[in-house]
């Protein structure tokens, strides 16, 4: 499927974070569906959600690595940007996640993910993660599985 068509109905989307990485490392791979994707943020067609641990998970390898400008532009994305939402997990989100968890087998950071995403009532969960499509409660969008 097209990222435009896997796109057309969605107002709101829930982010993982490998696409960030991959967006702002400039991954050759999938930064060309990715551009479609923050093209419509950017346009303010989709708001984006994602769970604060999204923070932790990018700024980790930057931060090992001293990487300043890195830490920055991740920083300035997710807490600066219009139509970017950085939700802090709150006891319903982590109620949500242990269910999740508990459902799904899943490990804490996806369930805390996925969780954010029913929180806000996401219309789709964007990820690169194949294990997650056994989620049901939202639509998953796999990277891997959309083109440009």
Known sequence: MKVAQAL???ATLA???APLIYYLEL???YLP???????EIGQGHIQVYTASITLTEVLTKPI???NQQLQMSYRNLLTSTNN??????NPTIAERAAELRARYNLKT???LQIAVALYQQCDAFLTNDLGLKRVTEVQVLVLDDLTV
């Open 84 to 89: 970017i939402a950085l939700i802090s997990i």
């Open 15 to 17: 982010l993982d974070t």
């Open 33 to 39: 569906r990715l551009d479609i994707v923050f093209n």
């Open 8 to 10: 057309a109905s969605v």
């Open 27 to 29: 991954n050759t791979t």
């Open 64 to 66: 090992r690595e001293g």
């Open 109 to 111: 950071p996806d369930a």
